[in-house]
């Protein structure tokens, strides 16, 4: 492992190494041992770590290291954040190694020498910032006119259709084969040793079905889990459910059958 990579064990050892030098450029690597893409990037950080070695690499395990996840509202896993001492630079979400690799060319270069800079606002993310000298030799796009925003009875509309897609419908961040958190995962692995078939949809793929379930449902977590187009709710229900048999009952009444093994 290269010297400047480390794994944080607590709260307060995350907080002593941004405190070490207020001046330094660290990429926070939010993962998780369960989630396959997290060992891909974990490798690609192992070897960018070699490369820069003037920043600071920390790596968090999101769901061991709640406090830490939260602070930076990060929701799933994987997830970068690149700092400067305290200071937002960047972040990348997902396995997304050429925007992790680009974010360390933009930031990792200046990590040696502090800049006057250092202290105002945090840079403009990535998406933002344009490549040197493409803007003014790149021919002017016709300018499009912006989609018309969807109407809240039109995004109810639309939540309700996938709430009744299937008889089991479950709202989650990621998919079934690659979760993007643990309470997804977890509940995916029950839905699947109970042979349960069921319909996915990745709210994070979606930010006005993300919120608006919230309030639709009245049920501001996720994963939620859908039987007969009624709300059963999360993770922590679904076990209680299965506990007193009102799993199987609720499955029975809408006449699920249970996959072959």
């Known amino acids: 492992m290269a010297t400047n990579l480390h794994d944080v064990k607590s709260a307060d050892e995350f907080q002593d190494y941004l405190s070490k030098d207020l001046q330094r450029v660290s990429l926070i690597n939010f993962w998780a041992p369960w989630a396959e893409p997290c060992k891909q990037m974990n490798e690609l950080v192992a ?55 680009k974010q360390l060319a933009i930031h990792g270069k200046t990590a040696v020498k502090p800049t006057a800079t250092s202290d105002k606002a945090p840079a403009a993310p990535l998406a933002s910032v344009p490549e040197t000298n493409s803007a003014a030799a790149a021919p002017t796009a016709p300018e499009e006119k912006p989609a018309p925003k969807e109407t809240q009875e039109e995004l109810e509309a639309r939540m309700r259709k996938i709430m009744d897609s299937d008889k089991v419908v479950l709202f989650m961040k990621g998919s ?52 007969g187009g009624e709300l059963m709710g999360g993770l922590d229900i679904l076990r209680e459910m299965i506990d007193n048999g009102e799993f199987n009952e609720a499955l029975d009444n809408v006449g699920v059958v249970r996959q072959e093994a």
């Not at 602070?71 to 997304?96: Q, W």
């Not at 069921?198 to 919120?211: G, M, S, Y």
């Open 176 to 227: 079934p084969d690659a979760p993007r958190c643990g309470f997804s995962r977890q509940t995916v692995a029950i839905l699947r040793e109970h042979k349960v078939p069921f319909t996915h949809f990745d709210i994070l793929q979606d930010e006005a079905v993300r919120q608006g379930l919230k309030t639709y449902n009245n049920w501001p977590t996720f994963p939620q889990l859908i039987i």
């Open 47 to 101: 070897e960018l770590a070699k490369k820069y070695e003037s920043v600071l690499f920390l790596q968090v395990d999101a769901e061991q290291l709640p406090e830490i996840s939260e602070s930076f509202d990060v929701e799933s896993v994987p997830a970068f954040v690149l700092l400067r001492g305290h200071t937002l630079l960047g972040r990348v979400t997902g396995a997304d190694a050429d925007g992790l690799t």
